[in-house]
């Protein structure tokens, strides 16, 4: 009785004291959760700014160095191409402060948008006022990788970033790609309305401060701090909440809730104490049902009116939300739209609950779905019963998803790899006993056998002849266990009788009990074919670099013979006789001269008078030359509209004739030539064995009736000096000076022949689009004249042979036999030097370089190319960005004289 009363006055106090305390921690809480929420919102905001940075800056590094790419592609451009990209660049990508262009030297030529950045147009960096960019443009320049500065002074106003993109071209620095990133103007371009709105925010880059937006103070907690990255170094912001922010943190509702609460406290003290009888009746019983229900292993839903009223701990767990989640939600409602049978899980719930209230217990597996999305399968037990005049439903969900996902694995195994087999790309099959298999659909398609068939034939009837004793010994050792996995290739000959290289990859199994072998074979009969082709244009890129070699030394021996020998016959009172013999000795030197094109052009080294032409013109008047003197044969010409290219006219003769004549030699009793033109897109296939650009090209194709020629002819006819005929029909130098001539036009001669049957040869050249021109040959003669000519070659006798034939013809002549000595020369003496004659080929410094050279001294410097002899296309290029002209050794005095005065004269209309 005491202890009855004792409860009935201390546990409504307790209640009173403990709802207070309740209710002021609640209070407490609140206040904390908004100031926790408050600094979670600011680091998060924080965060998100860094990333945005982050992300800006390495976007627009990322879109420069795509640029950058472009201009390295393009090879050249100009100020209204690159400001016309940039500023598409910047529209696309906003937030730069600009995009220029620096020259090799430093110097920035093209700003883009020029009026907010002129200020920085022609300034160098190399003298700029702070280290950090001289620093990042010497870097560029000496590594040439791209580098980028810590925040500097800006040039255009504010602190900034720049970065420095080196463009090479063809191994060469071209310049740089000169990206500036305004920091206010980046900061501004990553901020939203929120941050402007309610924080202050400070940036740093080490103690140096970049950026300032109402700096944060340390009296307004919370300060958040992030980090973020800009080309591999780290930039630092500091984040505070404004005033505006913490107002909402402590309000005049909550000092009111507080008041409440302490009210409803003594009220609920005073109607506990009236409750506690009543209470303390139920307790036991129900205190013995929560620990039931709530220590189950299984999941427990009690269902009233098809709505959950109750559930178990292990439910939660199992649904992964909370009791309260649970309570009021239809059963089917936790579930996925349709069961695995397809059918809906509202109609199949709704009709099981149905029978569970006509009295019939229900078991089944159902496919439930988790609050986070996840899905389960569970057995379910379902039964009804009665309390207090009201019906429950209540069903025990026991987890079975771990055993559902082992029996669907297996199944999804056994479908996965039967699918991977019968669809994969390669030949699988298993050998035993000396037969095929199990073999997948690909294994029939490329063996051409069925199944049937296949287990009863031994499966080295389908190797090669050849390769059957290397597979037998392979086979007998993979099933011994004697050698490891491994690949090889091999030949195999299918039902239709075809010969195919294959390689094969196998591993040792076990099938059906007895030893076997699993075996992945790839068809690469192709691969094969290409690497063949690979190696032969390998081989003939050798011999080729040889004789272009020897060649070259030939040429300038040949040119100090002609020089002499023009400087000879010029000489007053000579007899007739003498003059008689120096033709006769020119004539030889042109022979030789003749010859050494034909290696040249086999070298790849020829391609100097290149202009636009129309291919069929010259195919026709070449083939109308040829016929005339062939009575014997019977040339049939079959020419579509084809595509105009850029070649060299004479070579492309010469090629056509040396063909021709092959076809001739290889029609002793006469024949039929068919000549025909079309157009052809060549693909990357095609031309990657060739180091060829796939796109338009013009193909010429020649085929005669002559006896054709052996695989072995065939494999070799391309190389200098070979020969199958008799060694009087020729130098075995046409077919190889052909192909070399074609490889310098960049395009490719292929040959088709069979013993018997004739031979068609195919020459590939680059269409262009360009529409052909007319040239005029000029007139030649001895011509005089006057003024200083610069004479660069590093061999002394072409050196000293040329200044006499120039000295002969009227001018004055400085000579250098280097590319830094005639550098050095015509920086001290260029205003008063009308020509430089440069050697193509010089050790130490090449002509495109010395070319260079000179005309960074002077943009308008005037050039004269002489050489017999080039390096891919770079005569080409040279004559494309200014070169006057071009003379090929050797010369005689009267193409000479003609060449400087067409030149001199060019000049001198430039200059008006």
């Not at 320049?141 to 420095?164: A, D, E, I, K, S």
């Not at 779905?369 to 009665?386: M, P, Q, T, V």
């Not at 070319?851 to 002077?858: C, G």
């Not at 060449?899 to 430039?910: C, F, G, H, P």
Request: proline share 3%; with cysteine; aromatic share 8%.
């Amino acid at each position: 009785m005491i202890k009855s009363e004792l409860r009935r006055s201390l546990l409504p106090t307790g209640v009173f004291v403990a709802i207070s305390l309740l209710m002021a921690f609640v209070w407490w809480a609140n206040i904390s959760h908004r100031q926790q929420s408050v600094r979670v919102r600011t680091e998060i905001t924080a965060r998100q700014l860094s990333t945005r940075l982050q992300d800006f800056f390495a976007t627009r590094m990322r879109v420069v160095d795509m640029f950058r790419m472009e201009l390295e592609s393009n090879r050249t451009t100009d100020e209204k191409s690159f400001s016309a990209r940039s500023l598409q660049v910047q529209t696309q990508f906003p937030g730069m402060q600009a995009l220029n262009w620096v020259d090799a030297n430093g110097f920035i030529t093209w700003v883009v948008p020029y009026e907010a950045n002129k200020a920085a147009l022609g300034h160098n960096l190399h003298t700029n006022k702070h280290p950090q960019v001289r620093q990042a443009i010497s870097e560029a320049t000496r590594l040439r990788t791209p580098t980028t500065t810590t925040p500097v002074g800006l040039v255009q106003g504010g602190m900034g970033v720049t970065c420095y993109f080196p463009v090479i071209v063809d191994g060469r620095l071209y310049g740089f790609l000169n990206g500036v990133f305004s920091v206010e103007s980046v900061v501004k371009a990553c901020l939203t309305p929120e941050i402007t709105d309610h924080y202050s925010l400070l940036m740093k880059y080490d103690s140096t401060v970049v950026f300032e937006k109402s700096r944060p103070d340390a009296s307004h907690p919370p300060v958040a701090k992030a980090s973020f990255d800009v080309a591999g170094r780290t930039w630092q912001i500091f984040m505070s909440p404004l005033d505006k922010s913490l107002s909402g943190v402590t309000t005049t509702a909550d000092l009111i809730l507080l008041i409440a609460g302490f009210a409803l406290a003594f009220v609920l003290a005073y109607l506990v104490r009236a409750t506690i009888i009543h209470q303390n009746r139920r307790i036991d019983s129900e205190m013995k049902y929560r620990f039931l229900f709530h220590q189950a292993n299984d999941g427990i839903l009690v269902v009233e009116d098809m709505l959950v009223s109750d559930c178990n701990e292990q439910a939660e767990r199992l649904f992964g939300c909370s009791r309260l989640e649970l309570i009021g939600k239809a059963p089917f409602a936790m579930s996925p739209e349709n069961q695995p049978s397809g059918e809906e899980s509202t109609s199949i719930a709704e009709s099981r609950l149905a029978k569970v209230r006509q009295g019939e217990a229900q078991v089944f597996v159902w496919l439930f779905r988790r609050a986070d999305g996840s899905e389960f399968y569970a057995d379910i037990s379902l039964n009804a019963f009665k309390m207090e005049d009201r019906t429950f439903k209540v069903a025990i969900v026991r987890d079975v998803t771990q055993r559902r996902l082992s029996e669907n694995a297996v199944r999804e195994s056994e479908e996965k790899y039967r699918t991977l087999v019968e669809n994969a790309h390669d030949a699988i099959f298993i050998a035993q006993d000396g037969c095929i298999k199990f073999p997948n659909p690909r294994a029939l398609g490329m063996i051409g056998f069925s199944r049937a068939e296949l287990l009863q034939m031994d499966v080295l009837d389908l190797v090669h002849p050849e390769d059957r004793k290397t597979v037998a010994r392979n086979y007998i050792n993979q099933i011994r266990g004697e050698t490891p996995t491994g690949t090889y290739s091999f030949r195999i000959i299918n039902r239709a009788a075809e010969t195919l290289w294959v390689e094969l990859s196998t591993v040792r199994i076990n099938w059906e009990g007895k030893p076997g072998s699993l075996n992945f074979l790839r068809n690469i009969t192709q691969q094969k074919d290409l690497e063949n082709r690979l190696q032969e244009a390998q081989r003939l890129e050798s011999v080729g670099t040889l004789a272009g070699g020897v060649a070259h030394d030939f040429n300038n021996l040949l040119m100090g013979i002609q020089g002499n020998i023009s400087l000879i016959k010029h000489e007053s009172n000579l007899p007739m006789a003498l003059i008689a013999r120096c033709s006769d000795i020119e004539t030889l030197v042109q022979s030789g001269a003749n010859l050494t094109r034909q290696l040249l052009g086999f070298a790849r080294g020829g391609s100097y008078e290149v202009e636009t032409i129309r291919i069929n013109e010259l195919v026709e008047s070449t083939a109308k030359i040829f016929g005339r003197t062939r009575k014997e044969i019977t040339i049939h010409e079959d020419y579509q509209a084809v595509r105009a290219t850029d070649a060299d006219k004479g070579q492309i003769e010469r090629v056509l004739l040396n063909i021709l004549v092959n076809a001739w030699q290889a029609m002793p009793e006469g024949g039929d030539i068919f000549i025909a033109t079309y157009n052809r897109d060549l693909d990357a296939r095609f031309c990657a064995p060739f180091n060829m650009d796939p796109g338009h090209y013009v193909c010429i194709s020649i085929r005669d009736t002559g006896v054709g020629m052996e695989p072995s002819v065939q494999a070799r006819i391309f190389e200098p000096f070979y020969t199958h005929r008799h060694q009087r029909r020729g130098t075995g130098l046409g077919l190889a000076s052909a192909y070399g001539i074609i490889r310098a036009h960049g395009g490719i001669i292929t040959v088709d022949s069979e013993l018997g049957s004739g031979s068609e040869f195919c020459v590939f050249l680059p269409a262009s689009e360009k529409s052909p021109v007319s040239t005029n040959e000029g007139m030649r003669g001895l011509v005089c004249g006057n003024g200083l000519i610069l004479v660069v070659d590093d061999e002394q006798e072409v050196l000293q042979v040329t200044t006499d034939m120039l000295e002969l013809l009227g001018y004055q002549v400085i000579r250098a036999s280097n590319g830094r000595e005639a550098v050095q020369i015509y920086r001290r003496h260029h205003d008063s030097i009308d020509l430089v004659m440069i050697d193509m080929i010089m050790p130490d410094m090449s002509g495109l370089d010395l070319f260079e050279a000179l005309k960074a001294i002077d943009a308008n410097a005037p050039t004269l190319l002489s050489s017999g002899y080039s390096v891919h296309d770079q005569a080409q290029r040279i004559l494309e960005e200014g070169c006057l002209g071009f003379i090929q050794k050797p010369f005689r005095l009267e193409t000479l004289s003609e060449k400087i005065k067409t030149v001199l004269d060019s000049r001198a209309n430039q200059t008006k």
